[in-house]
């Protein structure tokens, strides 16, 4: 913008000389200037605008579990005895009553006379029956084995974690026009 400062005599002077030749179209002079109207300059910034803040999650992870089997006894073994009693028979058998082998029989015939022979005489036997003992009593022993279940036991693998998870916030830009230099008047020159 121009301006120029001029002694008030001169300018009452020239103020009819620039009235009429401004409005006759020219200038007489060399230097001169027409007031015109300069318009307001705009510059289009780019300003970012938040779609969405930032923000802190908690992340919860859940503790894992998980199950051991092992072997539970219920009923324990247990040992008992008992008596088998002695097993009998019975046997039976020859038992000589009378020996046998030769004798010297007498006899006497009809005529009276006397006669010895030697004579096989069989033995006499009877039959005895006679309880034996076969197998002697004995104790055995018995032994009930031991009763076992599967018993499962939760067992904590990985303990329950927080994690916080920090999320930035995410902007967007928008263009808008600001204002650099407001408008108005200024001189400028004409020829």
């Known amino acids: ?3 120029r400062v001029l002694p ?3 300018m009452v002077a020239a103020l009819p ?4 030749t401004a409005l006759a179209g020219g200038c007489v002079h060399e230097e001169c200037y027409a007031k015109v ?3 307001d300059v705009y510059r289009t910034v780019l300003e970012p605008v938040a779609v969405r803040p930032a923000r802190t999650e908690v992340v919860t992870t859940p503790a894992v579990y998980g199950a051991i089997a092992r072997q539970v006894e219920v ?3 247990r040992a008992w005895h008992s008596v088998a009693p002695a097993v009998y028979g019975t ?3 020859e038992v000589v009553v009378k020996p046998g082998g030769w004798r010297w029989q007498r006899s006497v015939d009809r005529h009276g006379r ?3 022979c030697k004579v096989y ?3 006499e036997t009877r039959t005895v029956t006679a309880t034996v003992l076969v197998e002697p009593a004995r104790r055995i022993t018995h032994v009930t084995p031991a009763v076992y279940r599967e018993e499962y036991r939760t067992v904590l693998l990985k303990p329950a974690e927080t994690h916080r998870l920090y999320h930035p916030a995410v902007f967007t830009y928008r263009s808008r026009d600001v204002l650099v230099r407001r408008g108005g008047w200024r001189w400028e020159r004409t020829w």
């Open 1 to 3: 913008m121009f301006e």
């Open 8 to 10: 008030a005599a001169a």
């Open 17 to 20: 000389l620039i009235t009429t």
């Open 37 to 39: 109207r300069a318009p």
């Open 75 to 77: 009923v324990p073994a």
């Open 91 to 93: 046997v039976e058998r």
């Open 114 to 116: 006397e006669t010895m």
């Open 121 to 123: 005489v069989a033995p």
